[in-house]
């Protein structure tokens, strides 16, 4: 692990003196659980997409602001939660069920049963609080309890209290739907 840590600051350190090459290793191993957390956050592609470029901007405009204390991956989680809720913030009020009907297209496509078990997951994911969301959709994403905590601002007990909730809620919706 030290390796790779010492790799990611040198790709840091690279990256803040411009290297525009060093970033985008560092991007490409955030990129893709950055994706998910916006899409659980934003719950459809468009605006998770919006919310990712919003993210990537912000990682490298920001990359002075990186301190280090966790993986560069936990930094852009933190900052894919923050751009999905300004992307949220700035849907029109009839984005929701737009996106709703969208689903219900989607469902009709020959893939039926994975688009359903997907959606499945999608309510349930949105039955949640808050919260617990959040908490849960980081620490799938690979940080640990202790960047979670971090990231939210939170008690590391409340963390595992929320992410212990979140999977208790998520294996009975997915039952019983």
């Not at 659980?33 to 901007?57: E, I, K, M």
């Not at 994403?141 to 939170?154: F, I, K, N, P, R």
Request: proline residues 4%.
């Amino acid at each position: 692990m030290k390796d790779g840590t010492e790799d990611e600051s040198l790709l840091v350190a690279a990256a803040r003196r411009g290297d525009e090459s060093a970033f985008a290793e560092l991007w490409s191993m955030a990129r893709s659980p950055a994706f998910g957390v916006c899409y659980h956050l934003t719950g459809n592609r468009a605006d998770a997409l919006d919310a990712l470029q919003d993210t990537q901007f912000a990682a490298w405009r920001n990359l002075s602001g990186f301190q280090g204390r966790s993986p560069f991956r936990a930094w852009v989680l933190a900052i894919a939660r923050n751009a999905s809720h300004s992307v949220i913030r700035r849907r029109p009020p009839l984005g929701a069920h737009m996106a709703e009907v969208a689903e219900e297209l989607l469902v009709a496509d020959p893939f039926e049963d994975s688009v359903a078990r997907l959606a499945d997951l999608r309510r349930a994911l949105a039955g949640l609080p808050a919260s617990h969301r959040e908490a849960l959709l980081l620490w799938a994403g690979g940080l640990t309890y202790e960047q979670v905590a971090l990231s939210l601002g939170v008690p590391l007990n409340t963390v595992r209290t929320w992410i212990h909730r979140a999977r208790g809620r998520l294996r009975t919706g997915l039952a019983d739907g």
